[in-house]
């Protein structure tokens, strides 16, 4: 049984950090890409950022300078170091893990930049 468990989310105000982390199960975690995804409310799902099993990253333009993704395949967890927090960061952050035809979801945690 596959989970990827999410956690770190919170409410933050802007110009704040984050960290955010994902705990894998039940897949060899190694040889998948995973990535973090968000989606905000009555927005379409979005790629934040990747991170290969070789370690090439991928950002997207919105938050690249700001957040940073890295894994640790010893301890099967990817995370999201978030930083400049801005509003329109606010929303569910999803983990993905991907590997050819086997693509696997977290349950996401909020993210809420406010002050």
């Known amino acids: 049984q596959v989970q990827l468990v999410e956690s770190g989310g919170g409410l933050v105000q802007p110009g704040g950090s984050l960290r955010l982390s994902c705990a894998a199960s039940?897949?060899?975690?190694?040889?998948?890409?995973m990535g973090w995804y968000r989606q905000a409310p009555g927005k379409q799902r979005e790629l934040v950022a990747s991170?290969?099993?070789?370690?090439?990253?991928n950002y997207a333009d919105s938050v690249k300078g700001r957040f940073t993704i890295s894994r640790d395949n010893a301890k099967r967890t990817v995370y999201l170091q978030m930083i400049s927090l801005k509003p329109e960061d606010t929303a569910v952050y999803y983990c993905?893990?991907?590997?050819?035809?086997?693509?696997?979801w977290g349950q996401g945690t909020q993210v809420t930049v406010s002050s």
């Open positions: 993905n893990a991907y590997l050819g035809r086997y693509n696997y």
């Open positions: 991170i290969s099993a070789g370690d090439s990253t």
């Open positions: 039940g897949i060899i975690f190694s040889m998948y890409a």
